[in-house]
């Protein structure tokens, strides 16, 4: 009999525990975990105290979890964190997302508190701040397998709305209102080809060039090889008068269409304006020459003047330059003409140079550039200046006096100005250096 009472006694104390134990249930809505790095900063006790109310949070024993979580103190991150979530299970979400906002403040770095706001913005169908909250989990840890599908999901989805948007608005010629969305999609896709491009397009036509470079430049970055892109950042580049950048960009897409000859033009105008000659190798050997040859001096003057004399229209006929290195330069100086071929078609490139026919040569380039609106003064009147060994019936007694007057070339003893000397060519590339001086 006893043994039964024992037995009814045991059961009826089972029966009233079983009525009075709580029954927890875990939160519906995505707990981060904190980074073990974060939590290794944390004291023994407080990360003790902090992983034990974290486990209770995941049961949602929330009352078990809070006071774990007070041990902390409310100026410690953490427990704004864990009350924050504590708070978001009793759907007290004003003051979830103030202690979440208040855990930010204490540590930026609480991955866990971004993914908190960005649940309760989710709820609230505030996509900015969602938005927002999911690129700072991001930037901490770019692969969470949380954030990222949702990031990306969201990300595309607003960009192209709003670039969908702004296209509805230009076909209305709202450009203002168009600019203002697509300003805004970039804000979401920072790296949207489409994006840039209608805003490079719309700043180009209105002329804001320094905006829409700005966004080619972006583009052709994004990607390199797009031939429209490039064509359309050059040709920007070109009206703004970025002459030296444009090259550059007509260059970069010569190498992706080496058979395109509009944009060969480009770049031989470009070259031309900039006074950039493609130089052979021997020239760069002028210097080193006690006696200078024609070809020589038809390098100089094309190589140092270029950005002065034009692109022959109609080329001189030459039969005697085809193997020489200078036979570009030849034709562009001859065809001005600042040297001369003989009557029967010939240049003589390998021919050496006098005194005398330097000063003619560079005579008749004084003239040339005068002709183009250079104001050349005489240093030396030239009635002062008297020559010994060229009498005034001279071809290059004129010649002569010109380049003595602009003091281009100098008398030696007696005023002798040794007119069948040969021309070394350290003299023949002073001398340009000189005439250049004085255009400047």
Known sequence: ??????????????????????????????????????????????????????????????????????????????????????????????????????????????????????????EKNDEDQLFIQLREILKREPENSWAKPKYEELQSRITQNLIKDASGLLNQNKKEEAKQLLLKALFYSPESKEAHWQLARLYRSEKKYDQAINHYQTLSQLAPRDKQILREYAEALFEHDDLSQSLDIYTRLKELSPNDQEVQKKIDYLRNQLGIITIPSLYNEIPRSEAITRQELAAILAVKFNRYLPEPANPPIIIDISTSWAARFIVMVAAIPLMDTYENHTFEPNRIVTRAELAETFFRLINFLKGKGFKLIPQIPPDKIQISDLTPENLYYVPAVQMVAYQLMELSAQKRFQPDRPVPGVEALKMAELLLNLIK
């Open 1 to 122: 009999m006893k043994k039964i009472s024992w037995l009814a006694l045991v059961l009826a104390l089972g029966v009233a525990c079983a009525t009075f134990q709580k029954t927890y249930i875990p939160p519906a809505f995505y707990l981060e975990d904190p980074s073990s790095l974060g939590l290794a900063q944390l004291t023994l006790n407080e990360r003790l105290a902090f992983e034990e109310g974290w486990a209770n949070l995941k049961k949602g024993n929330i009352d078990g979890a809070r006071k774990k979580f007070l041990k902390l103190g409310p100026e410690h991150a953490y427990f704004n964190l864990g009350e924050g979530y504590c708070r978001l299970y009793e759907k007290d979400v004003e003051a979830a997302e103030a202690f979440f906002l208040k855990a930010l403040e204490l540590n930026p770095d609480l991955t866990p508190a971004h993914a908190g706001l960005a649940a309760i913005y989710e």
